[in-house]
């Protein structure tokens, strides 16, 4: 069973064209270290995976050509998207996905996102090519993938570790220094709360529908989600969300906007999600205006 995952492939984007005229073929390559494997197995087991999936790219040299040349173009910057001759819109979107993902994670951290791990484009490229024509002359999939499994979920695991710890820390010292301010109260559960708006409607019950405008930011101030922006509010059951909603909506009037800080045990948990670090401690600032 193939349990190495790639996060290039999940989701299938928009690229700028490449003027290279060369049209790619399966050749050798040196692996001269643990952190060349790395990046090579990256791409060639991405490759692997995509052909696996994509009828038109299995073994079609110019439509893997195109691809690979979507994909480097991402990388290399492109914001918009062109089309290229080969390849049809979801492989397009592919390409522009995964070279976007490669360049943004070498940014902010490393090599699938672990910190301190190198990135080498040209030996990602490499492997791609290759695992797009399902070549087994160097190694096979089943041993890539082996190779990726023992040497990438030690790291994964260990940056999971030392980030959990990280933000668990940096929410409780938040936190006991947001309880400090006289207009912040805390509930038995751990939940503050502060009234910037007072209401005087009525209040919902946990099996209430409420119709609220929300904006949802990290301790850092970076906004993750907003109502606000997408210009209209929502509907929801309060016993369908995370706990600090459930708790924290009961206590506000109809007309009233609250700020809500919830600790990661009445948020989302432990769980590491891509645009939800695990253990985050999360500030909403909420407005109820109706209960349906």
Not at 287 to 292: A, D
Request: proline share 4%.
């Amino acid at each position: 069973m193939r349990k190495f995952s790639i996060l290039f492939l999940a989701a299938f984007a928009i690229i700028a064209c490449s003027n290279s005229s060369e049209t790619y073929k399966v050749e050798n390559v040196t692996l001269k270290s643990q952190i060349d494997s790395l990046n090579y197995f990256v791409g060639y087991c991405s490759g692997i995976s995509i052909q696996d999936q994509e009828q038109g790219l299995q073994g079609n040299a110019e439509t893997i050509t195109d691809f690979v040349n979507a994909l480097e173009a991402a990388y290399n910057g492109a914001e918009e998207a062109a089309e290229y001759e080969n390849l049809n819109e979801r492989q397009s979107k592919g390409a522009f996905y995964i070279g976007h993902t490669i360049r943004e994670q070498e940014r902010e951290s490393g090599l699938m996102g672990i910190e301190g791990l190198e990135t080498d484009f040209d030996l990602i490229k490499r492997g791609f090519i290759n695992g797009l024509f399902a070549d087994t002359s160097f190694i096979t999939p089943e041993v890539a993938y082996a190779y990726m499994n023992a040497t990438m979920e030690p790291l994964a695991r260990a940056q999971y570790e030392r980030n959990s710890n990280k933000n668990k820390l940096a929410g409780e010292e938040f936190l006991a220094e947001n309880a400090k301010r006289p207009e912040v109260k805390t509930t038995a559960s751990g939940l503050q709360y502060e009234v910037l708006v007072p209401g005087n409607g009525p209040k919902p019950k946990a099996t209430s529908t409420v119709k609220v405008h929300y904006e949802g930011t990290f301790i850092d101030g970076k906004v993750f989600d907003s109502s606000y922006s997408r210009g209209e509010p929502i509907e929801f059951p309060l016993n369908g969300v995370i706990k600090g909603w459930t708790e924290g909506l009961q206590l506000m009037p109809v007309g009233s906007t609250y700020m809500l800080y919830i600790p990661y045990d009445l948020a989302y948990g432990e769980m590491d999600r891509p645009s939800m670090p695990a253990y985050s401690t999360l500030i909403f600032k909420v407005e109820l205006l109706e209960i349906k």
